[in-house]
């Protein structure tokens, strides 16, 4: 008996049949995304913030502080604490000022090659 559909011949490969021993589809592992990054630095942020929680709890010994003709006395936890956020906000306004400058020497330098190119 023939069939009503015709074969084309021997360059007919044939079609293998779906197993059924293969594992379910999975999607594929997330990479790197912002999101991530950021819910990892709020985690690690968080754990920083009860160390120095505990940090200032456990030292709240008065202490005197003297600069230049200012008196004060604080905790020993927050007057360190103090110290520390006032270096942290000095750093940054040296970067600041360093990223400026660079900016400002990019643009300087961008402006000279596109007159050169022209």
């Known amino acids: 008996m023939s069939s009503p559909v015709e ?3 021997p360059t007919d490969a044939p079609v293998p049949a779906p197993t059924t021993d293969a594992p379910p ?3 594929p592992a997330m990479g790197f995304t912002r999101a991530g990054a950021l819910w990892t630095s709020l985690i690690a942020g968080f754990l920083i ?3 120095l929680l505990m940090f200032i709890a456990q030292n709240t010994a008065p202490t ?3 600069f ?3 008196h004060a006395s604080l905790p020993l936890g927050v007057a360190i604490l ?3 956020v006032v270096g942290g ?3 940054v306004l040296v970067g600041s000022a360093r990223i400026l400058q660079l900016r400002r020497s990019a643009k300087k330098h961008l402006k000279a090659a596109a007159a050169a190119h022209r």
């Open 7 to 9: 074969s084309s011949g």
């Open 25 to 27: 589809h999975k999607d």
């Open 49 to 51: 913030l009860i160390v």
């Open 64 to 66: 005197d502080l003297q």
């Open 68 to 70: 230049l003709h200012l």
């Open 82 to 84: 103090l110290a520390a």
């Open 89 to 91: 906000l000095l750093t």
